[in-house]
């Protein structure tokens, strides 16, 4: 029997997904936490505190204020109640709507209603005097992606994309379809990404197009007479505020906020207050710009000039809670975790976890000695740790490569590879970074259509699991670049997830629980075996092949070919696939629902 061992969880903390400014009081709402968490941080005191939860969901895109009240639009709770209503002076908290959404992207009040955008996609209104929401139309939801709203007196702005390329309507208040209202400087742009208006003006921040600039316009309420700014070396403006005579942009990847004179036109640039971080929202308090980041900080800029002021959620006094994992890695330091931009190691040798802040979502990690590689979503960069020491950047990956998916560690010669995809087009690539040289080297036609999903390495030739209806086992001669052989997946495998590597054998695991064993040397598929519960990652310890899934951590026996069950019962609550790891002494490392778990077989 394995001896199993709870560590507590796996992650702690209270990243932000959407807020709210009423008077001196700064509504936030958790990300990635079950339940969900509403806190409230006090402005003029810097105090914070916890002041709800919220039965469904994962945190809420959009956020809205309609007279006194603040309504909610949740993330994963498709099916179920996702639209709340808050109501800040009593703390009373209800569930009001279910729209047919899993993520509720944007909300905002106008004509006493709220309206709101989702994937799947689709433009609602919820009317709290008739207590009823009601599809709007507007759209073509076999065609359209939205992504932001706002609404003036002309009517309801809906920004988004079509055929890949930005799209921005104007409904008046009782229509069912829109009017294009798209500035034509931004037509090959490919998102209409975030909207806001202060009753006048509309402003509207874009994703660039493919290997572009990012750009913010500023319109009248009717959709007309937009000017246009470019915003050099940006990616998405994902946060607007029109103040006065002023349009604030905060901007990724980089996280840098712009300052722009709408009487002059000059843009004046503000720095990044928590770099590489996404800003969920902008407001006017007093004499500062207040910027609330995906992560546990709130900034403020002060209208005039100078340096960012930082306020930490957890340190204000804000409670974090337990966040679904991301990935895993073990070794001599500890124990990593990544989460939602944010990073924890519990340490080896017992002691204080240690929080360290990532400008986003590391997707897959691992050790090389003491030194940790993260490879990072949605910036796509290849990040490093060294014990005690705030992680930095060390090189981006491909052009469009923002997706990472795997990374492996060569243990002969220290070179880092990255199995990585585009959001925008699918296609992927691998990276091979070679820290002696510092050249990272990009290689895109081992994978199909596809990307690496997973990466295994020994004596020199990485064995990479790639994704698709037709997915396929590649080694890789890291030394000549070349491949050795390719193997394809049996039909109805899906992507490979998991890799290791087992004596004469290469193991792999699809997403979907079916192991897929090839022979090392000519990559001859020898056997399939399908395990339920499982589809996750796979590591080998002392010769023998372990992987884990959302309910089963697993080992594969070769001969007789079987699965024993080692820990059951996982219900791992995980983003990815469920991460697995070997610690220093080589135990195994686990998410069982949120928690760490350390089995030794």
């Known amino acids: 029997m394995a001896l199993t061992t709870r560590l507590g969880p796996a992650r702690l903390a209270f990243g932000v997904l959407g807020a709210a400014l009423i008077g001196d009081r700064l509504l936030l709402v958790s990300r990635n936490l079950q339940p969900c968490r509403l ?6 005191t810097d105090q914070g505190e916890v002041v709800a939860t919220v039965p469904n969901g994962e945190g809420a895109w959009g956020v809205a204020v309609l007279d006194a009240d603040t309504y909610l639009g949740q993330l994963g709770a498709q099916g179920r109640t996702n639209l709340y209503r808050y109501r800040p002076a009593s703390g009373d908290l209800r569930g009001v709507a279910a729209v047919d959404a899993h993520h509720i992207w944007a909300l905002a ?13 689709l433009v609602f209104a919820y009317d709290p005097a008739a207590n009823r929401a009601r599809d709007l139309g507007i759209v073509d939801r076999s065609g359209d992606q939205v992504r932001s709203v706002t609404v003036t007196s002309a009517g309801r702005f809906v920004g988004g994309r079509r055929g890949g390329r930005a799209l921005l309507l104007l409904a008046e208040r009782d229509a069912t379809s829109g009017r294009n209202v798209l500035p034509a400087q931004v037509a090959d742009h490919a998102n209409a990404y975030t909207l806001v208006n202060n009753g006048r ?3 509207l921040g874009t ?5 572009g600039d990012a750009a913010v316009a500023e319109g009248r309420a009717d959709g007309t007479a937009w000017r246009v700014w470019r915003l050099p070396g940006t990616d998405v403006a994902d946060a607007l505020l029109l103040d006065g005579g002023m349009l604030w942009a905060a901007t990724r990847p980089e996280g840098r906020v712009f300052q722009i004179d709408l009487a002059s036109g000059d843009v004046r640039g503000r720095g990044a207050p928590v770099p590489g971080s996404e800003t969920r929202a902008m407001y006017r308090h007093g004499g500062a710009v207040v910027g609330v980041s995906a992560t546990e900080r709130v900034w403020r800029l002060d209208v005039g000039g100078g340096d960012a002021t930082i306020t930490d959620l957890i340190e204000s006094g804000v409670d974090p809670g337990p966040e679904r994992p991301q990935s895993l890695a073990g070794g001599a330091p500890g124990v990593a975790v990544g989460g939602s931009f944010g990073l924890d190691v519990h340490p080896g040798g017992g002691g204080r976890r240690q929080r360290w802040f990532v400008p986003g979502e590391p997707k897959a990690m691992g050790y090389a000695g003491d030194r940790l590689w993260l490879a990072i979503y949605p910036i796509g960069q290849l990040w490093a740790q060294d014990p005690e020491r705030q992680p930095e950047r060390v090189v981006g990956l491909a052009e469009g490569q923002n997706r990472p998916a795997s990374l492996a560690v060569d243990p002969r010669s220290g070179m880092v590879l990255v199995g990585s995809a585009s959001d925008r087009s699918g296609r992927g690539a691998l990276s091979v970074y070679d820290p002696s040289a510092d050249r990272l080297d990009t290689l895109r036609d081992l994978h199909g259509d596809g990307h690496v999903g997973s990466i295994a390495i020994a004596d020199g030739v990485a064995y990479l699991g790639t994704s698709g209806d037709a997915p396929r086992i590649v080694a890789l001669d890291l030394a000549t670049r070349r491949v050795r052989w390719t193997a394809t997946a049996p039909a109805g495998t899906r992507t490979l997830v998991g890799m290791a590597v087992a004596g004469r054998r290469v193991v792999a695991l ?5 192991f897929v064993l090839a022979g090392r040397a000519t990559g001859h598929v020898l056997n399939t075996l ?4 499982v589809g996750g ?9 372990y992987g884990t899934g959302p309910q089963r951590l697993v080992a594969l026996d070769a001969d007789p070919l079987q699965v024993t069950t080692v820990v059951d019962g ?3 609550r995980v983003w990815n696939h469920p991460p697995l790891a070997l610690a220093a002494d080589g135990a195994l490392l686990a998410i069982r629902g949120t928690d760490l778990i350390r089995v030794v077989p």
């Open 207 to 211: 994703r660039g197009p493919e290997g």
């Open 530 to 533: 399908d395990a339920p519960g």
């Open 109 to 121: 009040a106008g004509f006493g209603e709220i309206t709101g955008v989702s994937d799947p996609t």
């Open 201 to 203: 003006r509309v402003a």
């Open 39 to 44: 806190a409230v941080l006090d402005l003029g």
């Open 510 to 514: 699809s997403g979907t629980g079916r």
């Open 570 to 572: 996982l219900a791992a």
């Open 537 to 545: 990652q796979l590591v080998n310890r002392d010769g023998v092949v």
